[in-house]
């Protein structure tokens, strides 16, 4: 076809054209035609429309002078419709050459082609970057803005005509239909469940606001279409709700997506899961925006996305559906929270003597917690630098649903995320393996205890193993930390002060040892909470320890009573035993300072005398069942002050 050249005369108009073109009558004509296009299509991975002829196309093209010319394929005896009026305006023009690419102005999308070598990425992910190219978000700020606020409803063109005012290159044209859609089209959940009354077209799913995944995918692969940009919507399998861990796919395809061709290569992308959730009940739907479905990287988005044509897996190479089944689901929670492998990475574990374990590797500092059947209370987890480590005891032979959670270290909300799903197949019980209730998650010293100023821990496992039941830990504090510490059993009835007697502290310096004695054998949570001297406020629970003791002849009394006078860095060497014999002299030894006499108080009272540094003496506990400790801070003071208390044993 030819160009047609207006004179240069100011009286010049410029047209807008409508060419209309109806396929041949000619039936073999026909059966030829859609006998071609079914096979060039099953090559590209689409999935055929069962009326072709029904649908009306249409290429919509600009030129750089403004000229726009449109091209509707009509079915014979239907009506076409004009969608674009023609306008009129001044000055030369010229008409666009129709030969393609002999005319640099005319944008028109080509037929898309299928991938080949250049498009694949090598599989498994390199862990380099979330997108399948170079995507800077912060240069998107002002487009995102723009599209978000563009309302227009009337028709598909109109849209995407609007959109493209703040649109220079294709990956911002494909960003702007990108943000409009995740943001205004809305998962239908009636159309869901009742097909028959959902939208399909795209300029349905426009007007109504509100689809399923193939509107979605239908409305996106339109609107770049319109816009010039080589775009095709895929149907495959998908790891999405209702998803169950393990499971097999067979039948129909029950999810669509979309690729586009930007910067030589195909992309690929999800709008439908980009716009937000339903919730476990499928009966609300959220919007709530998700990056990590734009231009998502291959080797990632296979793990929840397997396409009916293995090759828009865009993958070298690419997964059988048995290795898509069998791969661990790792949601976009997992990547957007810098997380990068998990171990084991099949989503059935099996239990070895009643124990399974996880692991997960990420970039920086990462909290995690998990649920086990809905508790936390038959693992053991620990905080790595740049991971955690679980152990799982599931008390309950048979299948168990383990959720792993996780947030960043200086996320505000103390929300957590899932990011992992396993069924734990247990044969077996190790009912040694049985944790006290109050253990919290994770467990032992890490990065975060760190943080909190719980520096070079003598025990940096989360288990203290003892066989006599003392132990003993020991920290380098930071500045102007207080802490508190208390022991907690399922097979105790201690009281909130007894937890604390049964641990004493000692300070020297900037180290502080936790001295325990364990009332008795069995497993008992060591938890430790702090606060800064300077603050008034409460004390904070910072970590615990599990500590463990199987020696059933354990039995050890708690530590002395020491009231507020009892100073940080005082330390008592003698007698340790907070329960004193009767009828027997005992030594004190004692680490106090500035204090000008120090008495201890029986039936009789005994001076202590200062030596080196120690305050030292014996006392005799006939005839009481209480012994305090006394001191006298001031020589031209009269009083004394209550420091600690012992009990003697009943005769």
Same mark, same amino acid.
């Given at each position: 076809?030819?160009? =047609?050249d &207006?004179?240069?005369?100011?009286?010049?108009?410029?047209?807008?054209?409508?060419?209309?073109v109806?396929?041949?009558e000619?039936?073999?004509?026909?059966?030829?035609?859609?006998?071609?296009?079914t096979?060039?299509?099953?090559?590209?991975?689409?999935?055929?429309?069962?009326?072709?002829?029904?649908?009306t196309?249409a290429?919509?093209?600009?030129?750089?002078?403004?000229?726009?010319?449109?091209?509707?394929?009509?079915?014979?005896d239907?009506?076409?419709?004009?969608?674009?009026k023609?306008?009129?305006?001044?000055?030369?023009?010229?008409?666009p050459?129709?030969?393609?690419?002999?005319?640099?102005g005319?944008?028109?999308?080509?037929?898309p082609r299928p991938?080949?070598?250049?498009?694949?990425?090598?599989?498994?992910w390199?862990?380099?970057?979330?997108?399948?190219?170079?995507v800077?978000?912060?240069?998107?700020e002002?487009?995102?803005?723009?599209?978000?606020k563009?309302?227009?409803?009337?028709?598909v063109?109109?849209?995407?005509?609007?959109?493209?005012?703040?649109?220079?290159?294709?990956?911002?044209k494909?960003?702007?239909?990108?943000?409009?859609?995740?943001?205004h089209?809305?998962?239908?959940?009636?159309g869901?469940?009742?097909?028959?009354?959902?939208?399909?077209?795209?300029?349905?799913?426009?007007?109504? !606001?509100?689809?399923?995944?193939?509107?979605?995918?239908?409305?996106?692969?339109? =609107?770049?279409?319109?816009?010039?940009?080589?775009? =095709?919507?895929?149907?495959?399998?998908?790891?999405? +709700?209702?998803?169950?861990?393990?499971?097999?796919?067979?039948?129909?395809?029950?999810?669509?997506?979309?690729?586009?061709?930007?910067?030589?290569?195909?992309?690929?992308?999800?709008s439908?899961?980009?716009?937000g959730?339903?919730d476990?009940?499928f009966t609300?739907?959220?919007?709530?925006?998700?990056? &990590?479905?734009?231009?998502?990287?291959p080797?990632?988005?296979?793990?929840n996305? &397997?396409?009916?044509?293995?090759?828009?897996?865009?993958?070298?190479p690419?997964?059988?559906?048995?290795?898509?089944?069998n791969?661990?689901?790792?949601?976009?929670?997992?990547y957007?929270?810098?997380?990068l492998?998990?171990?084991?990475?099949?989503?059935?574990?099996?239990t070895?003597?009643?124990k399974?374990?996880?692991?997960?590797?990420?970039?920086?500092?990462?909290?995690?917690? &998990?649920?086990?059947?809905?508790?936390?209370?038959?693992?053991?987890?620990?905080?790595?630098?740049?991971?955690?480590?679980l152990?799982?005891?599931?008390?309950?032979?048979?299948?168990?649903?383990?959720?792993?959670?996780?947030?960043?270290?200086?996320?505000?909300?103390?929300?957590?995320?899932?990011?992992?799903?396993y069924?734990?197949?247990?044969?077996?019980?190790?009912?040694?393996?049985?944790?006290?209730?109050?253990?919290?998650?994770?467990?032992?010293?890490?990065?975060f205890?760190?943080?909190?100023?719980?520096?070079?821990?003598?025990?940096?496992?989360?288990?203290?193993?003892?066989?006599?039941?003392?132990?003993?830990?020991?920290f380098?504090? !930071?500045?102007?930390?207080?802490?508190?510490?208390?022991?907690?059993?399922?097979n105790?009835?201690?009281?909130?002060?007894?937890?604390?007697?049964?641990?004493?502290?000692?300070?020297?310096?900037?180290?502080?040892?936790?001295k325990?004695?364990?009332?008795?054998?069995?497993?008992?949570?060591?938890?430790?909470?702090?606060?800064?001297?300077?603050?008034?406020?409460?004390?904070?629970?910072?970590?615990? +320890?599990?500590?463990?003791?199987?020696?059933?002849?354990?039995k050890?009394?708690?530590?002395?009573?020491s009231?507020?006078?009892?100073?940080?860095?005082?330390?008592?060497?003698?007698?340790?035993s907070?329960?004193?014999?009767?009828?027997?002299?005992?030594?004190?030894?004692l680490?106090?300072?500035?204090?000008?006499k120090v008495?201890?108080?029986?039936e009789?009272?005994?001076p202590?005398?200062?030596?080196?540094?120690y305050?030292?003496? /014996?006392?005799?506990?006939?005839?009481?069942?209480?012994?305090?400790?006394?001191?006298?801070?001031?020589?031209?003071?009269?009083?004394?002050?209550?420091?600690?208390?012992?009990?003697?044993? /009943?005769?």
């Amino acid at each position: 076809m030819g160009t =047609m050249d &207006f004179k240069t005369d100011p009286s010049a108009v410029t047209l807008n054209l409508l060419l209309i073109v109806h396929p041949e009558e000619t039936a073999s004509k026909q059966k030829g035609q859609r006998e071609r296009q079914t096979e060039s299509s099953r090559s590209a991975g689409w999935r055929v429309s069962r009326e072709p002829c029904k649908q009306t196309q249409a290429v919509t093209s600009y030129s750089n002078e403004g000229t726009q010319v449109t091209v509707e394929i009509h079915p014979k005896d239907t009506t076409p419709q004009l969608f674009k009026k023609l306008s009129f305006g001044k000055g030369p023009r010229r008409l666009p050459s129709l030969r393609g690419q002999d005319n640099k102005g005319f944008q028109r999308t080509e037929a898309p082609r299928p991938p080949g070598g250049k498009d694949l990425h090598v599989y498994p992910w390199d862990k380099s970057s979330l997108k399948s190219m170079p995507v800077d978000l912060q240069q998107f700020e002002k487009l995102d803005a723009y599209a978000l606020k563009v309302n227009v409803k009337n028709s598909v063109e109109e849209l995407v005509k609007a959109l493209l005012k703040q649109a220079r290159t294709d990956l911002e044209k494909v960003r702007a239909i990108w943000m409009w859609i995740c943001h205004h089209i809305e998962y239908d959940i009636v159309g869901y469940h009742n097909k028959s009354q959902l939208p399909s077209k795209p300029i349905d799913v426009l007007q109504t !606001g509100k689809s399923i995944c193939e509107g979605y995918a239908g409305l996106f692969e339109q =609107m770049c279409s319109i816009a010039g940009i080589q775009c =095709m919507k895929l149907s495959g399998y998908s790891k999405g +709700y209702g998803y169950k861990m393990g499971q097999t796919f067979t039948g129909d395809s029950d999810h669509a997506w979309n690729a586009v061709y930007l910067d030589g290569r195909w992309h690929l992308l999800d709008s439908t899961w980009g716009s937000g959730a339903v919730d476990d009940s499928f009966t609300k739907f959220t919007f709530r925006y998700n990056e &990590f479905y734009f231009l998502t990287h291959p080797a990632l988005f296979i793990n929840n996305h &397997f396409p009916d044509n293995s090759n828009w897996q865009l993958l070298k190479p690419t997964l059988t559906l048995k290795e898509f089944e069998n791969n661990m689901l790792h949601n976009s929670n997992f990547y957007m929270l810098g997380l990068l492998t998990a171990h084991p990475e099949t989503a059935v574990i099996q239990t070895v003597n009643g124990k399974a374990s996880v692991s997960v590797d990420c970039r920086s500092a990462t909290l995690f917690t &998990f649920k086990l059947k809905g508790t936390d209370e038959h693992g053991l987890m620990t905080l790595k630098k740049h991971g955690m480590k679980l152990d799982i005891y599931p008390q309950k032979t048979g299948s168990h649903k383990l959720q792993i959670f996780a947030k960043p270290s200086k996320a505000s909300e103390d929300v957590y995320n899932c990011v992992l799903e396993y069924v734990v197949e247990c044969k077996s019980v190790d009912k040694a393996m049985r944790f006290p209730k109050d253990l919290h998650q994770p467990v032992g010293p890490s990065w975060f205890t760190e943080r909190q100023g719980f520096l070079r821990p003598s025990h940096p496992d989360p288990i203290i193993h003892t066989n006599d039941g003392h132990c003993s830990v020991t920290f380098t504090l !930071g500045k102007d930390i207080s802490i508190l510490a208390s022991l907690h059993s399922d097979n105790s009835s201690l009281t909130e002060d007894m937890r604390r007697r049964h641990i004493m502290q000692i300070h020297r310096g900037n180290q502080i040892e936790l001295k325990i004695h364990l009332p008795h054998a069995g497993n008992f949570v060591l938890k430790i909470y702090a606060k800064k001297k300077s603050d008034p406020g409460n004390y904070d629970y910072i970590f615990n +320890y599990l500590i463990t003791c199987l020696n059933t002849e354990v039995k050890w009394p708690a530590f002395p009573q020491s009231y507020s006078k009892w100073v940080e860095d005082y330390e008592i060497l003698e007698p340790l035993s907070g329960l004193l014999p009767a009828n027997r002299n005992i030594q004190f030894k004692l680490k106090m300072h500035g204090i000008a006499k120090v008495l201890v108080q029986a039936e009789n009272t005994y001076p202590l005398t200062q030596s080196r540094g120690y305050w030292e003496g /014996t006392c005799n506990t006939s005839g009481c069942r209480e012994v305090f400790v006394m001191v006298h801070e001031n020589a031209n003071h009269s009083f004394y002050s209550h420091v600690l208390k012992y009990e003697v044993e /009943t005769q």
